[in-house]
């Protein structure tokens, strides 16, 4: 198909393909490099076939001549195919099965995806530019092989060719498991910023851990949540590992000081454990360009030193196993909460091996260009995705300073210089501290550093503010409580040159709240925004692509996948009937094939044509799920009390929830337990019949959400004003065609802004008087709201089962000061959910609000974010790769 040929994709790959023994390249692994190395420093742009050049002549002819390259067409990625079904998963076309056909598939456009890769990687190795490593403890990226054939614009290719082979695109797509390597909102930012940088060009390297186990799996029984662990890597094509690339990791030992022949005391870490960091590197294709970005992620093992050997030999090869399980057990899983830390040793531990590793890798790879260490930051950009890797400004200060031999104050410039940190959050559960005596144990010369680093910061403060005795304590990185903690968020702003917050009122909260002294201190300018987005390729093109069309067919093409603003000109079409018919066409499509799936999953048989309510993200007190639940069962009373004859004036509405709750979040899981026991009753009341079905999906991943999002007439963003950073998943509603209805919180506000006051459902409290109204609940002078109450009363006579499990979330409300007001905003929400009925029965008004919403929805995209980050914190330049030549 015309719209999806991306010409500099079509051609053959690279010349420039040969694998080179260069810092940062990426050869596939088990190709055994050239022995000779060379140094490449310096090259300008365009020097790039200078690679080709540096093959001794002998293998230059053999290796162009066999350079693999990909499928070109439908008959050659038939042929891939074919070829690695027979080969590489040696089994028989007669033998091949849907999950077969993936595996081959996948191994097809992963051959497609090395080339770009190292084309890519060599580039940005010769040209030497900055690059950009983002870090992050989570990675939600979903399922690889649909985004990687969209990117390269080659899914009709294999649509075809799979068909020939007698199967279904989708189908194959469905075999593969989401790489769930996070919770939420923060993981599936950073993967959204992977495909923006890749898609932009820009030199970024993403470090992350390579977990054995995601985010669990999670399992509705009789109404409550069940964990299971998710093996997402039984088969995963789309990581390579480098066992030719790895890091030990030391932890525990002792600190040893010296005096060397300068008279300078140097400090020596010694002793302890040592466990191997290994590298895994996944790839990460751009839309539309041969750019192709690394995502590195570290997986743990045993170091196999002499010491392991001896034990083997001595017969004690059961300590030897349980000492190779250890270490494995540092990269085994993903801490499932969301928004709530508890300092547990191996959460410490996973984040300075992932530190440690990563730095190790990014220090390497900048010596080799032997450049002087003051041009460390002007080469190197590390972004800290939240306080989680707060580490990596230490372990960096103790490189220079104890290996490399710089003076401390050099040594921090460069520190400080290098690093920006995001904060996503100001929960006070969620702001991470450490205490001291761990630290002590597990990182003694990291603790050591952290005191320096705080005495120096803190004497600098104390000069410039002599006055403000309180403020140092206020400030300090360490807290001085029993025991002492280490508060990460203090280092990591101290250790940055920039701190952003990720939507307009949560970086103005930060910065006349929880980080108000810091503007004091360092002023304002150190503190930003950067309101977050979403790659419209992963949340427009491939979860809608129907939608995705349309659009295509009124902007002239698909520009606007890489230009988002160009989503304005749909709102020349607004008046449209056929455009508008389309488009109501294409929400219904998705509506019943979401009707399909909510039957498939939760048994529940739900009219496609019903007003679809949904509130899909993780499960917490503070984004209300409780709050709309509630809401639910005080519009099926609403329904109840009503006449037959008024209920058929009612607007019929299907109320969508789905979200994890973090397996030790009690509370979460009562919410859980209430909707679906409140399904229960609701879906099979024949009062009701279709005029309100209730319904949780379990397991909300990634590919779930790519499901639900573009079916969605109305979803719920509630949080209590001030406590939701950002939010992602509104963004992704509106760009779907679905209207949200929202609290005044983090980036509803701007969507707002964006798309007019009209095309949203506003309500609640705002953010400014949230500490009163919370006041007035401690101390006695708020009435719980009448409706709520009879909300609560229902529960309780036993409606809906036992009232003792639900007790809990009643109390919480009623007798525990209702922390997130749900009491207070309860009026307002019904109300305004009233007017969404009303407006939705008015069709031709709605289908307005939603065309006109999409078209200014351009702002949200992350390439604009990234474009923002990269110029106002990271001053880093696109790298475009050369087109290919003579193809
Ligand atoms: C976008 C997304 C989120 C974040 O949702 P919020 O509503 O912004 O909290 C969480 N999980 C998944 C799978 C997502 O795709």
Not at 308 to 323: H, L, R
Not at 847 to 865: E, P, Q
Request: include cysteine.
């Amino acid at each position: 198909m015309a719209s999806e040929s991306l010409p500099t994709r079509q051609r053959r790959p690279s010349m420039g393909a040969p694998i080179v023994d260069i810092q940062g390249s990426v050869g596939p692994a088990g190709i055994s490099r050239p022995k000779h190395k060379r140094t490449f420093t310096g090259f300008g742009a365009g020097e790039i076939k200078s690679v080709e050049a540096s093959i001794p002549e002998p293998q230059r002819e053999a290796w162009l001549k066999h350079q693999v390259s990909g499928f070109k067409d439908k008959d050659g990625f038939e042929s891939e195919v074919v070829r690695h079904v027979e080969t590489t998963l040696a089994r028989s076309m007669f033998n091949c099965d849907e999950s077969a056909a993936y595996s081959a598939c996948s191994l097809a456009f992963r051959d497609r995806l090395i080339l770009e890769w190292n084309r890519t990687q060599q580039r940005q190795t010769f040209v030497d530019s900055k690059r950009l490593y983002y870090l992050s403890l989570e990675f939600l990226m979903g399922r690889a092989l649909d985004n990687a054939m969209l990117n390269i614009g080659q899914k009709d290719t294999a649509k075809a060719g799979l068909a020939d082979l007698g199967f279904r695109i989708e189908d194959v797509i469905e075999q593969e498991h989401d790489a769930a390597l996070g919770n939420g909102g923060l993981g599936r930012l950073a993967a959204c910023f992977l495909d923006s940088l890749a898609s932009l060009n820009y030199p970024a390297w993403g470090y992350g851990l390579r977990y054995r186990y995601g985010i669990f799996k999670q399992e509705i029984i009789d109404g409550y949540q069940v964990e299971v662990p998710d093996y997402w890597l039984d088969f995963n094509p789309w990581e390579f590992p480098r066992h030719d690339v790895t890091v030990d990791i030391q932890f525990f030992g002792h600190v040893r000081k010296s005096t060397d022949e300068n008279g300078r005391t140097v400090a020596h870490w010694e002793g302890g454990e040592i466990v191997k960091a290994v590298a895994y590197d996944v790839p990460i294709p751009g839309y539309a360009t041969p750019s192709t970005n690394n995502l590195r992620l570290w997986s743990s093992t045993a170091a196999s030193g002499e010491f392991d050997f001896q034990k083997f030999n001595n017969g004690d090869y059961e300590s030897s196993v349980a000492d190779q399980q250890r270490a494995e057990t540092i990269s085994a899983v993903l801490y499932p909460n969301d928004n709530l830390e508890r300092g547990k040793e191996l959460r410490l531990k996973q984040q300075y091996f992932w530190v440690a590793a990563s730095l190790y890798d990014i220090v390497r790879r900048f010596k080799k260009s032997k450049r002087p260490w003051k041009e460390f930051p002007e080469q190197v950009a590390i972004q800290l995705n939240d306080t989680h890797p707060t580490l990596a400004v230490v372990e960096l200060q103790r490189i220079l300073l104890d290996l490399e031999g710089l003076e401390w104050d050099e040594a921090w410039n460069i520190v400080t210089n290098t690093f920006g940190y995001t904060n996503h959050t100001v929960l006070p559960e969620a702001l991470e501290k450490w205490s001291v005596p761990l630290i002590q144990h597990l990182l003694p010369r990291h603790l050591q550093i952290i005191y320096d680093i705080n005495l120096y910061f803190l004497q600098s403060v104390e000069r410039r503010f002599p006055e403000e005795r309180d403020l140092l304590g206020r400030v300090s990185i360490i807290e001085e409580s029993q025991p002492k903690m280490v508060r990460m968020a203090h280092l990591a702003i101290v250790g940055s040159h920039k701190v952003n917050g990720v939507a307009e009122l949560h970086s103005d909260l930060i910065k006349t709240t929880i980080f108000k002294d810091f503007v004091t201190i360092f002023g304002p300018d150190k503190f930003t925004n950067v309101t977050n987005g979403i790659t419209p390729r992963r949340w427009l093109h491939q979860a809608n692509p129907r939608l995705s069309e349309l659009i295509s067919s009124k902007t002239g093409g698909k520009d606007f996948l890489t230009d988002l603003n160009e989503l304005n000109k749909i709102e020349l079409y607004v008046k449209d009937k056929a455009f508008r018919k389309a488009w109501a066409d294409i929400k219904l499509a998705n509506k019943e094939r979401l009707a399909k799936h909510i039957k498939a999953s939760a048994g529940v048989t739900v009219d496609p044509t019903a007003l679809f309510d949904v509130q899909v993200k993780r499960i917490h007190e503070y984004k209300r799920q409780q709050l709309n639940i509630f809401g639910v069962i005080h519009r099926y009373l609403t329904l109840k009390a009503m006449s037959p004859e008024e209920r058929k004036k009612q607007q019929p509405r299907v109320s969508i929830f789905g979200g994890k709750a973090a397996p030790g979040y009690w509370m979460a899981k009562q919410i859980i337990h209430l909707i679906n026991s409140v399904g229960k009753v609701v879906n099979n009341d024949e009062d009701i019949g279709d005029l309100l079905k209730v319904v949780f999906l379990e397991d909300y991943n990634v590919s779930k959400a790519e499901i639900i999002i573009p079916a969605s007439d109305i979803s719920e963003h509630i949080s209590t004003a001030g406590t939701e950073a950002s939010g992602t998943s509104n963004m992704k509603f509106v760009l779907n065609g679905g209207l949200i209805i929202g609290t005044c919180d983090g980036a509803n506000i701007e969507i707002t802004r964006e798309i007019g006051e009209n095309n949203i459902f506003l309500f609640g409290n705002l953010a400014e008087d949230v500490e009163d109204l919370r006041h007035a609940h401690t101390y006695g002078t708020h009435e719980i709201d009448p409706d709520l109450n009879r909300v609560f009363q229902e529960i309780e006579k036993g409606t809906f089962g036992s009232t003792q499990d639900f007790a809990a979330l009643i109390s919480a409300v009623r007798d525990h000061g209702d922390y997130y007001l749900v009491s207070d905003d309860f009026h307002s929400y019904i109300e305004t959910q009233a007017l969404v009925d009303d407006a939705y029965r008015n069709q031709e008004e709605w289908i307005t609000k939603c065309i006109t919403s999409v078209a200014r929805m351009g702002f949200f995209s992350s390439d604009r974010c990234i474009n923002e980050y990269a110029e106002g914190i990271w001053n880093i330049e696109p790298l475009r790769v050369e087109k290919e030549e003579g193809a």
